[in-house]
């Protein structure tokens, strides 16, 4: 091992390469039904990257994205974010999960603001309110800030809670199937927004998704998975320059790349 030099002075983050998320030897087992959920994993992710993981239904992708949310424990293995261990909920996690979650009393943008609410109090709830608006303005919900959830379509909810999301503008992102609610003209339209979004940030986002083409087109790398106990089969680095267009979906080296997760899943791909 090479000797290094200590230091009491923090070092300056390294532009590309400094790892936000280390997660080792991570395996977790259900004790209800003695299911073995994820075996293994191993995973590295920069800051800045943006890694998607894909696989079966089952094959434990929302199991990894709740232990790195720290809203479930590992059975064994450790997940370290930004030095320190993930344990319980953070503020510098943002995560959207496949049911918005608004809460039923509370209007749109109130939902919106919830979480600086909660965290900072009422203050600065209401000094995010600009903010709040602007980000329902770009996801189209600029008339709706002040109806209740009720009234807002599946699609709607989802978008607004995009904005939850983004309103505290955290440094991880932890997306499960944040889109599969949206018709896919939305979608698309969403997807850009967030390659947009996690650029302009330099944010560092993790995606559970089903659709192996919004996997390519957002990451910089897709883990592919395979159930039974789930494991990581593959990382693979997509090599598409950026920023990406929806025409790229058209280009050889998209196939290409289609083709090889494809044949990784292999049956499990056809659900
Ligand atoms: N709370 C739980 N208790 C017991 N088994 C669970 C629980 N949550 C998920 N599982 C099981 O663990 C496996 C992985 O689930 P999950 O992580 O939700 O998969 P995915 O998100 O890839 O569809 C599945 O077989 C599922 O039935
Ligand atoms: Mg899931």
Known sequence: MVAQPLSKDPQPAASSTRPVYEIER??????RNKLVALDNVNLTIQKGEFVSVIGSSGCGKSTLLKIMAGLMPPTTGRVVLEGRPVVGSR???????????????KTTIENILMPIEIREGRKAAKEATTR???LLQLVGLGDFANVYPGELSGGMAQRASICRMLVSDP???????????????TRDFMNMELQRIC????????????????AVILSDRILVMRARPGHIVEDVRIDLPRPRTLEMINTPLFGEIVAHIRDLLGKEAHE
């Open 26 to 31: 991570l395996s977790k087992t259900y004790a």
């Open 171 to 185: 440094a991880m992102l932890l997306l499960d199937e944040p889109f599969s609610a949206l018709d896919e003209l």
């Open 199 to 214: 650029t302009e940030r330099n944010a560092t986002a993790f995606l559970v998704t089903h659709s192996l083409a919004e």
């Open 132 to 134: 709040a608006m602007d």
């Open 91 to 105: 503020p510098d996690i943002g995560m959207m999960f496949q049911q918005a979650t608004l809460l039923p009393w």
